[in-house]
Each structure stands twice: as C-alpha cells, then as structure tokens.
C-alpha cells in the first residue's frame, strides 16, 4: 500500500524531507493513492517553480520523482508609451499601452490615473481597456471641466494598470502643460493713418494696411504656438467673432507671428472723423484669446 507522499519547491531533496502530502480519501491504505497538497505561495517569487512529488509504499521504498510546473503572477502589467492630445472642445485624451507579457502574462483588467499625486491602488480615475489580453491599449478623456481647475504649468499625470490577478503595475508618468494665458500682441502698422477714406496703401490695394505681431507666452508660464488672430473697428464683439487677420508667413505655427489685413476705403469712408478705435488680439493653440491691444485710425 501507499503510506505516504511529499513534495519539494524548484528542487528534489532528500527522501523524507520533503512536505508532507495527504490521502485525498483521508486514509493511505491502498496500492493505489491520489493525494493533495497545500503550497503557500507568500514567500515564493514571481515566475516559473518546479514542484517535485513522490510517494512511499509500505515497504519502505520511496518513488521516482514527477513534476509540474507553477506559474506565479505576483507583478503588473508595464505601462507606457502614454500620450496626451488636446482637443478642440477643451478635453483631453490620455492614451498608453499596458502589458503584462513580461511580468506574468495575465489578462489586462483595468487601468486608471491620478492628476500630481498617485493615490491608492484603485482609487484613480478609470480608463477604458480596448480588449481582454495580455497586451493593450488604455484611453481616458480628461474633460474641459477638470482641466479647467488646474492651474497654468505642468502637471504630472500617474498611469498604471492591473493584471486579471488583481496586480497593479508601477505607476508611468506623463506631463502635462496646461496654457490658460493667450498671446501678448501689439500693433506694428496702420497705414496710411491719418485717412480722410480715399488715403490707399497702395494703388494695388484700394485699403488701409493693418500689421500685428504676437507672442506666446503672454503672461503665462506655459508656452503654445500662435493659432489665430483677429480685429475689431470700435466695439468689441465676442471673442471669434472680429474679423480675421492673414499669418504673414502663411501659417499660425509659431510661438511669435506676425499678421496683416487690409481694411477696404469703402470701410474707412463709411467712419465717422476722429478717433476710431482698432483692437487687435490673438489666440494660442490651447485656445487661449490674449488680451486686445489698440490703436487709432484718425478720420
């Protein structure tokens, strides 16, 4: 009959020395047995243990040795490549990849993010997981209304994920630069000033010539390109709505740039004598409207 069984971690020992199995009938007392033990896998490490059993029949003899191997997921997934994009409703998209190929390869479950302080495993705010494998892609949208509560500079974005074991992986970081100041702008030329209505630029360009230069940052500590520019003739309307002002290189792209117009005779006619107030601002490509700067027109 079979009297007794053992077994050992990622190395045979001697016979006898092993951890002890038992009878899963509760009673060794046939040829043949089938038997169970318990592993504590606290102490063990992460990856791959061999475990080594055998049995001793009643006459004294201990078995040949088989083995099966166990697979311990005690890390999580790695995350990285993160990314964030700004978009044109003020929301922004965090992206990343999470993998779990190296550290177990377990099934991504979740992932989540924290904005300047990592917080608790599972207390960040979720992010969407594309599909059920050891390898994935991670998205969240960071709404217009948060960004709106943070202050202008950088601010550290903390990303990890979570295996299907419940393991959470080491946190990766990403910076983001929040812009709430727009461009500082001035007036370079308004031409020809003073004009009675008939004064033109230039023969070609029956008009009064407007040039404008802008800058980023205005007054902020964060620096975006220069995006548009626009122009008002006495009253100010709403931000977007003045009338567009051309980029003299041909494109907004730049953290300074220069822009012109061309306010038509028939426009300059049409405005009372004095003083008539331009205001001119621009807007970064965080969407920012800087503050006006003015000149006169003098009819």
């Known amino acids: 009959n079979i009297v007794g069984a053992e077994y050992f971690i990622d190395a045979a020992g001697a016979n006898g ?5 038992a009878a899963s009938d509760a009673a060794f007392d046939s040829p043949t047995e089938s038997v169970t033990g318990a592993i504590n896998p606290i102490s063990l490490s992460a990856g791959n243990h061999n475990i080594y059993i055998h049995g ?12 099966v191997a166990l697979s311990l997921d005690k890390q999580g997934p790695l995350t990285s490549s993160l990314q964030t994009t700004f978009q044109s409703n003020g929301n922004v998209t965090l992206s990343g990849s999470a993998s779990d190929t190296t550290t177990g390869n377990s099934n991504i479950q979740a992932a989540e993010y924290f904005i300047d302080v990592a917080g608790a495993n599972g207390a ?6 594309n599909q059920n494998a050891p390898t994935a892609s991670i998205t969240a949208t960071i709404t217009a209304a948060t960004v709106g509560t943070l202050t202008e500079g950088a601010h550290t974005l903390h990303v990890h994920s979570k295996d299907a074991f419940g393991n959470w992986g080491a946190v990766a970081t990403k910076q983001l630069s929040i812009d709430k100041t727009g461009p500082s702008a001035s007036v370079t030329l308004l031409s020809p000033n003073p004009n009675n209505g008939a004064l033109a630029y230039a023969p070609s360009f029956q008009s009064v010539r407007l040039n404008a230069s802008f800058s980023e940052p205005g007054a902020g500590s964060v620096t975006s390109t220069v995006a548009n520019a626009e122009f008002f003739i006495g009253t100010v309307g ?10 003299t290189d041909g494109v907004f792209n730049s953290v300074t ?3 012109y117009t061309y306010i038509p005779l028939i ?4 405005l009372p004598s004095g003083n008539n107030v331009i205001s001119v601002h621009g807007k970064d490509a965080a969407g920012n409207w800087g503050p006006f700067t003015t000149s006169m027109l003098v009819i």
């Open 56 to 67: 001793q029949d009643a006459a004294g003899n201990w078995g040949s040795f088989n083995f």
């Open 257 to 259: 740039e220069s822009a």
């Open 267 to 270: 426009t300059v006619n049409a």
């Open 17 to 21: 020395t092993g951890t002890a199995m």
């Open 238 to 247: 709403v931000n977007g709505t003045g009338i567009p002002m051309t980029p």
């Open 124 to 129: 960040g705010t979720a992010m969407v997981v």
